[in-house]
């Protein structure tokens, strides 16, 4: 998954098959990546795809009000794991679909995201506005592209 996949595409993530329903496109001062809300059985998922020189890196996060799970940015940290923040800034970014209610995000705008590293645990936090929810999204290990299949 590198490039940018329309609305309804369907893929196969770890034998589970997921719906593309929206995609949001950030670009910062230092990243490009494309978060994709995927759909799937009346759940849904996040799947980031950061845009390196390297290649693209893809990875499947769980996201969730930060405030609800208690998350604290003065001492960050998720399941007893200590975080370590490693980048803060903001992003210009605009939304392709429907984000099912997600986010509190307008069709374009400016996002402002901070992002952690833990043992074995790579977390972002990103907010929309001011007074907005601050979104906690996480992940444990990095998706191996070829556990992506396009259908």
Same mark, same amino acid.
């Given at each position: 998954?590198?490039?940018? #996949?329309?609305?309804?595409?369907?893929?196969?993530?770890?034998?589970?098959?997921?719906?593309?329903?929206?995609?949001?496109?950030?670009?910062?001062?230092?990243? +490009?990546?494309?978060?994709?809300?995927?759909?799937?059985?009346?759940?849904?998922?996040?799947?980031?795809?950061?845009?390196?020189?390297?290649?693209?890196?893809?990875?499947?996060?769980?996201?969730?009000?930060? +405030?609800?799970?208690?998350?604290?940015?003065?001492?960050?940290?998720?399941?007893?794991?200590?975080? +370590?923040?490693?980048?803060?800034?903001?992003?210009?970014?605009?939304?392709?679909?429907?984000?099912?209610?997600?986010?509190?995000?307008?069709?374009?705008?400016?996002? #402002?995201?901070?992002?952690?590293?833990?043992?074995?645990?790579?977390?972002?936090?990103?907010?929309?506005?001011?007074?907005?929810?601050?979104?906690?999204?996480?992940?444990?290990?990095?998706?191996?592209?070829?556990?992506?299949?396009?259908?």
């Amino acid at each position: 998954m590198t490039a940018a #996949h329309a609305l309804g595409s369907a893929f196969l993530i770890d034998g589970r098959r997921w719906t593309v329903q929206a995609r949001l496109d950030a670009v910062s001062t230092t990243q +490009r990546w494309s978060e994709y809300l995927m759909a799937g059985d009346g759940q849904y998922t996040w799947l980031a795809v950061e845009l390196l020189p390297t290649g693209a890196q893809t990875a499947q996060w769980q996201r969730c009000d930060a +405030r609800e799970l208690g998350f604290d940015p003065a001492a960050p940290g998720i399941g007893g794991v200590p975080l +370590r923040e490693v980048e803060r800034d903001s992003a210009r970014y605009t939304v392709v679909g429907d984000l099912a209610g997600q986010l509190g995000a307008d069709r374009e705008g400016v996002l #402002h995201f901070v992002d952690y590293v833990g043992d074995g645990i790579r977390a972002a936090t990103e907010w929309f506005s001011e007074d907005g929810p601050v979104w906690l999204g996480y992940r444990r290990e990095h998706h191996d592209p070829a556990a992506i299949t396009p259908l």
